[in-house]
């Protein structure tokens, strides 16, 4: 079987599966929790945990929204207690976004509570199925990401051993 015939199957079973993740309503759940103000709260507590501050932008770039978008979200994280807003120390033209201890205390719940749904599913499908879908997830992000950075040395499959490999490099032109 020819490469494209090969991943255009696997392409279509993947469709497929996904529909019917989706049919079951499967996801809904995940889905609700990756959405916007989660997302923002757990952003947020990552970046303090290594000590940089988080610009409205930096929010609006990483999810792929507008910043009105992101206002949205931040007022009525603001409203309900969740975080904060202040002018940033270094540059008074920014404005700096924080957790409170509120804030800190609801996304460490919400991760406690998506951890065990997520270990109910794993312990489903067996330790063995699922460290192999956790090392696939792991490479399909790592794929994903170098596809979108535009990087032309992006992973590529090996069809026979389905393995991850580098893309040959280019030799560049001195000028």
Do not use: W
């Amino acid at each position: 079987m020819e490469e494209a015939d090969l991943y255009g199957k696997l392409a279509l079973e993947l469709m497929d599966a996904r529909s019917d993740q989706i049919r079951l309503g499967v996801d809904h759940q995940e889905t609700r929790d990756l959405g916007g103000e989660v997302f923002v709260l757990d952003y947020l507590q990552r970046q303090a945990r290594e000590s940089r501050p988080c610009h409205p932008k930096d929010i609006s770039l990483r999810m792929g929204v507008t910043s009105a978008r992101v206002a949205t979200i931040l007022k009525g994280l603001e409203r309900r207690g969740l975080l904060t807003r202040r002018i940033d120390r270094q540059d008074a033209r920014q404005t700096v976004v924080e957790l409170t201890e509120e804030g800190s205390a609801f996304i460490l719940r919400h991760r406690r509570a998506v951890k065990e749904r997520f270990a109910r599913t794993l312990r489903a499908l067996g330790h063995e199925d699922a460290a192999e879908l956790v090392r696939i997830m792991k490479k399909l992000v790592r794929c994903l990401s170098s596809c979108e950075s535009g990087n032309s040395n992006a992973p590529t499959f090996d069809q026979d051993a389905l393995a991850v490999t580098r893309a040959p490099e280019t030799k560049r032109r001195s000028s």
